[in-house]
T-cell receptor, first 113, second 114 residues
Framework: GQQVMQIPQYQHVQEGEDFTTYCNSS?????IQWYKQRPGGHPVFLIQ?????EVKKQKRLTFQFGEAKKNSSLHITATQTTDVGTYFC?????????????FGKGTRLSVIA | DSGVTQTPKHLITATGQRVTLRCSPR?????VYWYQQSLDQGLQFLIH???????AKGNILERFSAQQFPDLHSELNLSSLELGDSALYFC?????????????FGNGTRLTVT
């Protein structure tokens, strides 16, 4: 099955700084999803990207899907303490068919006030 | 509240024992997924059921088994437990059969094997 690689593993930022996490796959993804897991919580769906080159925004969060549909990024502008958590990308396990999602290892974001 | 219910919340047991984790999906969701989360491995996909049928298996050990019942709730059975099985086990549900719809996660069951 496919794997999605995510970097960095950890990121510490000062409140107000920007943050970006990257997700890469060796094969083309039909879609990619992003989740956030707060400390002690469960993953919560943020967004799904489907189209090549797609860019979606949610307030201070910007999600991008690469032209080749092999990579994606999540950018947070002016981080706040409420952004603390682990951000996961997830893609289909196999190239075709109805397949489960496999998750990257996540990027754990710490925000220093 | 995701609408996905997992019980128990915590489970402490000894090596060699067997436990059952339970999951009730969101109303209307036919797919149930099980994931294992340990510190170093992120979210590892274990198994997927759709409307009572097994659809896909991931890195699930032979000591582990699962099923989805006619009322769509699911159980994950872990047997001959080892220390390395200690982890957070999440159940997630979705309305569709595959990866094109979002997953809704339960609060997880934290398993500690001593």
């Amino acid at each position: 099955g496919q794997q999605v690689m995510q970097i960095p593993q950890y990121q510490h930022v000062q409140e107000g700084e920007d943050f970006t996490t990257y997700c890469n796959s060796s094969t083309t993804l039909s879609n990619i999803q992003w989740y956030k897991q707060r400390p002690g919580g469960h993953p919560v769906f943020l967004i799904q990207l489907v189209k090549s080159g797609e860019v979606k925004k949610q307030k201070r969060l910007t999600f991008q899907f690469g032209e080749a549909k092999k990579n994606s990024s999540l950018h947070i502008t002016a981080t706040q303490t409420t952004d603390v958590g682990t951000y996961f990308c997830a893609g289909p396990m196999y190239d075709s068919g109805n397949t489960p999602l496999v998750f990257g290892k996540g990027t754990r974001l710490s925000v220093i006030a | 509240d995701s609408g996905v219910t997992q019980t128990p919340k915590h489970l402490i047991t000894a090596t060699g024992q067997r436990v059952t984790l339970r999951c009730s999906p969101r109303s209307g969701d036919l797919s149930v997924y099980w994931y294992q989360q340990s510190l170093d491995q992120g979210l590892q996909f274990l198994i997927h059921y759709y409307n009572g049928e097994e659809r896909a298996k991931g890195n699930i050990l032979e000591r582990f088994s699962a099923q989805q019942f006619p009322d769509l709730h699911s159980e994950l059975n872990l047997s001959s437990l080892e220390l390395g099985d200690s982890a957070l086990y999440f159940c997630a549900s979705s309305v569709a059969r595959g990866s094109n719809s979002p997953l809704h996660f339960g609060n997880g069951t934290r398993l500690t094997v001593t």
